[in-house]
């Protein structure tokens, strides 16, 4: 029951009692003359929700509140929040000065980057990079011809006749200078001519020799190097349409490896330097100034964790037994009267609390809902709907008088048509804190009423 509520009730049975118990009443079913309506307060019977639930105070509490420090010794560049901010997780709350953790960050991306652009080149050749292997194989192969065809049969064949002649010439003038020696003397100016002539044909035999050993050689070094640069061309074609190795597939692998675990030491070093929300919650205390110098564990910021936010309440012992875990619940903030704010039961404390001889039952509420305008230490009265029935006749409660001699009984005034009341006997089902379940003796639509001056005043009783 709510404590407002109760505290009003005490007061209206303190006023009331005498009369109740003094005043004339009328017996059951028995007929009253006709009153005036001005002296009754009317209600007409109709259908609704009756709740059965139990009231308790208490105040708004945090999940949980977390003191925040930085991993990282440095000076404050940036404070991003204020006390009071609601803050989502993962927001920034604090930047440590981190230049030099920022750049080389950047770096290690970029090295990321180029590693991965290697790989990608490697595993799909540039068509340009075909065309111009190709060419290369074509301009070597025709360097080779080239080479290989420019001295030709005829050549060598006119070269050896040239030599040949330039032997049998010397072969004659040889003979012809033997001939002249052996009939005039060897010192004989006809020998010496002779002599001289021999000796020219001799060097032009030489120079025809060299020249046909020149045509036979000079083409071979010259097209052998011609035809290896070919083959190596051809090679490098063939390397580039196979693709990359393996080898050189493993070795571009372990660069981008070695790339992204640097990333990921820079990227460390500069999270480090930056404070986030590890949770939604409401910044509580800012301790740093921007430009002061702060240490790994020491607090620069306490983030309180309202989501959910919840409350403990007292239940007395007669009540708790109403209490269910997992049981709706509603709450009403001092704060903000007007808003109903929807719970649920957490769980309800084996152990009382004995206070001035009451023992009272802890019970956990968390509320169903975040909203900012809640903040933690606000007073709470929490509802807890112990049982409900919906669709049932509904009946005030200070229309009731009980029958404290049968459970369940209890009298209404029914208004007749000829505007007198008619005590009437009710059958109570669920009974809640305003209204009562009729499950006999009414009908929906039935006028009921109370007097609001003289002696027939009735009213609810609670045991």
């Not at 309506?37 to 929700?49: I, P």
């Not at 100034?289 to 240490?295: H, P, T, Y």
């Amino acid at each position: 029951m709510s404590i407002r509520r109760a505290l009003i009730l005490l007061t209206v049975l303190t006023i009331l009692l005498p009369i109740i118990v003094f005043g004339s009443q009328q017996a059951p079913g028995t007929e009253a003359s006709a009153v005036s309506l001005d002296d009754l307060q009317l209600y007409r019977v109709e259908r609704g929700t009756v709740e059965l639930s139990v009231s308790a105070l208490g105040s708004i509490e945090a999940d949980a509140v977390a003191n925040l420090s930085v991993q990282t010794a440095g000076r404050v560049a940036e404070v991003y929040v204020q006390n009071g901010d609601y803050v989502l997780a993962g927001d920034t709350l604090l930047a440590l000065d981190n230049t030099p953790q920022r750049l080389n960050y950047e770096q290690a991306l970029l090295a990321v980057q180029r590693a991965e652009l290697e790989m990608q080149d490697l595993m799909e050749p540039d068509e340009s990079q075909i065309r111009m292997a190709q060419a290369s194989v074509d301009s070597a192969y025709g360097a080779y011809i080239s080479i290989a065809n420019a001295v030709s049969e005829d050549d060598l064949r006119a070269a050896q006749l040239s030599y040949e002649q330039a032997q049998s010439a010397a072969e004659e003038l040889r003979i012809e200078r033997d001939r002249i020696g052996g009939q005039f003397g060897g010192d004989s100016i006809e020998y010496t001519s002779a002599d001289a002539r021999y000796g020219e044909a001799t060097f032009n035999t030489e120079v025809a020799r060299l020249q046909l050993e020149s045509l036979r050689t000079q083409t071979a070094p010259q097209a052998g190097a011609a035809y290896q640069r070919y083959l190596q061309a051809q090679r490098e074609l063939e390397r580039i349409q196979a693709g990359p190795t393996q080898i050189e597939l493993d070795s571009a692998t372990a660069s981008i490896q070695r790339a992204q675990s640097q990333l990921e030491d820079a990227e460390t070093a500069y999270d480090r330097t930056i404070l986030q929300a590890p949770f939604d919650g409401i910044v509580a205390a800012i301790m740093p100034e921007i430009g002061s110098l702060v240490a790994p564990g020491v607090t620069v910021m306490t983030l309180t964790d309202v989501d959910p936010l919840s409350l403990t309440v007292l239940v007395d012992e007669i009540d708790v037994g109403l209490v269910a875990e997992g049981g709706m619940a509603q709450v009403v903030l001092d704060a903000l009267p007007d808003v109903t704010f929807p719970a649920t039961v957490i769980q309800i404390g084996d152990f009382g609390v004995d206070t001035a001889g009451i023992v009272n039952y802890p019970v956990d509420i968390s509320l169903d809902v975040t909203d900012p305008r809640v903040r933690v230490g606000m007073t709470a009265e929490a509802t807890i709907i112990a049982d409900a029935q919906a669709d049932v006749l509904l009946v005030p409660n200070q229309f009731l008088r009980i029958d404290r001699d049968q459970e369940g009984i209890a009298y209404v005034e029914v208004l007749q048509e000829d505007n007198t009341l008619q005590e009437v006997m009710v059958s109570l089902g669920l009974q809640g804190q305003e209204y009562s379940e009729i499950t006999d003796g009414l009908v929906e639509g039935d006028l009921i009423a109370i007097e609001v001056r003289g002696s027939g005043l009735s009213t609810f009783l609670e045991d």
